[in-house]
């Protein structure tokens, strides 16, 4: 089953057990400043669940385009290092707000995983929180799933959008790669290796968490589901790793082309795939390479882009190049991909020349410094100079450090950068600044949101800058 059949197949089940579909809401959450990024189906529900925001429906299921980096739920460090993690992932959920409840919840995750998809049930494993026996006897009494197979655990258990939010226990569905994938299942010592993947949260939403920390029981108890499209889809194409999944082979495809690499293994390609998926939607949803907040984010996850191509051997810009190959493979679900293409490809275009001036040379320097280097750490200055002459993002530093086995000695960054402020504030005017440096050329001017209706979703306007 290919990627997109598995989407429509998802929503089609749900549709007909009674549930709206609901567009993808815009990666930018629209009236939360408590969160960085939509990462999760449930994001636009939120007022929903507290009582706050009534719907036309009580049962909804949607496709959620997410994005985890930066924010409470920061899977950046995890992409190239597990088979199961992207910045980007689309998020298949079915909700209900004050509906059914978790009886009802596990009945469809079962009927659509072991029914509609046709998964073998021995190769499924079941976790519950440690407070919750009632789920547990559905799971054993009511679909026949062996206890020995479910696992009572704490917080992994317990799911929280962010640190306020509507909040309450889970139980979640992992499935087994097989015994010549290292790990154990969940609960266990290696349960972290990806042996037991988790498919699928079945979040029972009971509270609502406020600022002081403290739970408040909701309107009505309620049902969050999520489950990562691309890790299903991992299941169904019986491929171990999401990378090897159809639309990351495509994009992997692209990028060693472009990049004339041969081995398609190769952990940069897959860093590279996945990272065009975050920048390009969320350029997409008007956000734009900037020094702070979103648009920080957004050139850390673009410039770590752009140095594993040249890491790989790049010496042209390549990365915004791929936008044309995701557009095919992602359009059909996201038309507003197609049509941002050119402007997509403009913004990441500009980012790349941009960084190019500097990385070349800010690679020189670290190799000079860790040829000379005593110990595991690459000095704080180091990592200073790097950050403010050459544009290099503390967490792109630290990415390389990783691969090299070293650290990062951050508290000597920290004592560069007081440094460098009390300098600049003793010299008044004069401060270093990288982006002063490296002034754009060609600047994206962003102009503001425009909402599609019907689609409901938000769709940036890029304007090209005189
Ligand atoms: P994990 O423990 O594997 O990091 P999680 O518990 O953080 O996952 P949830 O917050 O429960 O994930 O999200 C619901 C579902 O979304 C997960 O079961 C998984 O299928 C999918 N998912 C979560 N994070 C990612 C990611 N970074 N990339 C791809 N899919 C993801
Ligand atoms: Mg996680
Ligand atoms: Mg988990
Ligand atoms: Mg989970």
Same mark, same amino acid.
């Given at each position: 089953?290919?990627? !997109?059949?598995?989407? &429509? /197949?998802?929503?089609?089940?749900?549709?007909?057990? $009674?549930?709206? +579909?609901?567009?993808? %809401?815009? #990666?930018?959450?629209?009236?939360?400043?408590?969160?960085?990024?939509?990462?999760?189906?449930?994001?636009?529900?939120?007022?929903?669940?507290?009582?706050?925001?009534?719907?036309?429906?009580?049962?909804?299921?949607?496709?959620?385009?997410?994005v985890r980096a930066g924010?409470?739920h920061n899977d950046l460090e995890n992409v190239g290092y597990t088979a199961r993690h992207h910045t980007f992932f689309?998020?298949?959920?079915?909700?209900?707000?004050?509906?059914?409840?978790?009886?009802?919840?596990?009945?469809?995750?079962?009927?659509?995983?072991?029914?509609?998809?046709?998964?073998?049930?021995?190769?499924?494993?079941?976790?519950?929180? !440690?407070?919750?026996? &009632? /789920?547990?006897?559905?799971?054993?009494?009511?679909? $026949?799933?062996? +206890?020995?197979?479910? %696992?009572? #655990?704490?917080?992994?258990?317990?799911?929280?959008?962010?640190?306020?939010?509507?909040?309450?226990?889970?139980?979640?569905?992992?499935?087994?790669?097989?015994?010549?994938v290292?790990?154990?299942?969940?609960?266990?010592?290696?349960?972290d290796l990806d042996?037991?993947i988790?498919?699928?949260?079945?979040?029972?939403?009971?509270?609502?968490?406020?600022?002081?920390?403290?739970?408040?029981?909701?309107?009505?108890?309620?049902?969050?589901?999520?489950?990562g499209?691309e890790r299903?889809?991992a299941?169904?194409?019986?491929v171990h790793s999401n990378y090897e999944i159809?639309l990351f082979q495509?994009l992997i495809?692209?990028a060693a082309?472009?990049l004339?690499v041969?081995d398609l293994e190769e952990k940069s390609l897959r860093v590279i795939a996945d990272h065009i998926r975050s920048c390009?939607?969320?350029?997409?949803?008007?956000?734009?390479?900037?020094?702070?907040?979103?648009?920080?984010v957004?050139?850390r996850i673009i410039r770590r882009a752009v140095r594993h191509g040249n890491k790989l051997?790049a010496?042209?810009?390549f990365f915004?190049?791929l936008?044309?190959?995701?557009?095919?493979?992602?359009?059909?679900?996201?038309?507003?991909?197609?049509?941002?293409?050119?402007?997509?490809?403009?913004?990441?275009?500009?980012?790349?020349?941009?960084?190019?001036?500097?990385?070349?040379?800010?690679?020189?320097?670290?190799?000079?410094?860790?040829?000379?280097?005593?110990?595991?750490?690459?000095?704080?200055?180091?990592?200073?100079?790097?950050?403010?002459?050459?544009?290099f993002p503390v967490d792109l530093t630290n990415d390389i450090a990783r691969e090299r086995d070293l650290g990062?000695?951050?508290?000597?960054?920290?004592?560069?950068?007081?440094?460098?402020?009390?300098?600049?504030?003793?010299?008044?005017?004069?401060?270093?600044?990288?982006?002063?440096?490296?002034?754009?050329?060609?600047?994206?001017?962003?102009?503001?949101?425009?909402?599609?209706?019907?689609?409901?979703?938000?769709?940036?306007?890029?304007?090209?800058?005189?």
């Amino acid at each position: 089953m290919k990627t !997109v059949e598995i989407r &429509e /197949a998802f929503l089609e089940y749900f549709e007909q057990q $009674g549930h709206t +579909r609901v567009p993808s %809401s815009s #990666l930018v959450p629209a009236n939360d400043p408590t969160l960085l990024f939509t990462n999760a189906g449930m994001n636009q529900f939120k007022d929903t669940f507290l009582g706050a925001d009534p719907r036309p429906y009580v049962r909804a299921t949607s496709s959620q385009r997410c994005v985890r980096a930066g924010g409470k739920h920061n899977d950046l460090e995890n992409v190239g290092y597990t088979a199961r993690h992207h910045t980007f992932f689309e998020m298949l959920g079915n909700f209900s707000f004050g509906d059914y409840f978790k009886q009802d919840a596990i009945k469809f995750a079962w009927e659509f995983l072991t029914g509609t998809l046709g998964l073998p049930p021995e190769k499924l494993w079941v976790t519950c929180h !440690v407070s919750d026996d &009632e /789920a547990e006897e559905i799971w054993v009494n009511e679909i $026949g799933f062996p +206890r020995e197979r479910i %696992s009572r #655990l704490d917080e992994d258990n317990f799911w929280q959008m962010g640190d306020t939010g509507p909040c309450g226990p889970c139980s979640e569905i992992f499935y087994d790669h097989g015994e010549d994938v290292p790990g154990g299942p969940p609960g266990s010592p290696d349960d972290d290796l990806d042996r037991y993947i988790e498919i699928w949260n079945l979040v029972f939403m009971q509270f609502n968490r406020d600022a002081s920390g403290e739970m408040h029981p909701l309107p009505a108890p309620s049902v969050d589901t999520g489950m990562g499209l691309e890790r299903i889809a991992a299941v169904m194409q019986q491929v171990h790793s999401n990378y090897e999944i159809d639309l990351f082979q495509a994009l992997i495809g692209a990028a060693a082309k472009l990049l004339n690499v041969q081995d398609l293994e190769e952990k940069s390609l897959r860093v590279i795939a996945d990272h065009i998926r975050s920048c390009a939607f969320l350029i997409a949803d008007g956000v734009l390479p900037g020094n702070e907040g979103r648009g920080y984010v957004l050139r850390r996850i673009i410039r770590r882009a752009v140095r594993h191509g040249n890491k790989l051997g790049a010496t042209e810009p390549f990365f915004h190049k791929l936008v044309t190959t995701l557009a095919e493979q992602m359009g059909g679900a996201y038309p507003e991909l197609v049509k941002l293409q050119g402007q997509i490809d403009k913004a990441l275009l500009t980012e790349e020349e941009q960084f190019a001036k500097t990385l070349d040379n800010g690679m020189q320097i670290l190799e000079e410094a860790l040829a000379g280097l005593e110990g595991k750490e690459i000095p704080g200055d180091v990592v200073f100079k790097l950050y403010d002459t050459y544009g290099f993002p503390v967490d792109l530093t630290n990415d390389i450090a990783r691969e090299r086995d070293l650290g990062l000695d951050m508290a000597g960054y920290d004592a560069a950068m007081a440094a460098q402020r009390a300098r600049s504030q003793e010299g008044g005017s004069f401060k270093v600044d990288y982006n002063d440096v490296l002034k754009l050329e060609g600047q994206t001017e962003f102009t503001g949101y425009e909402c599609t209706e019907g689609e409901g979703t938000v769709t940036a306007l890029l304007k090209d800058g005189a």
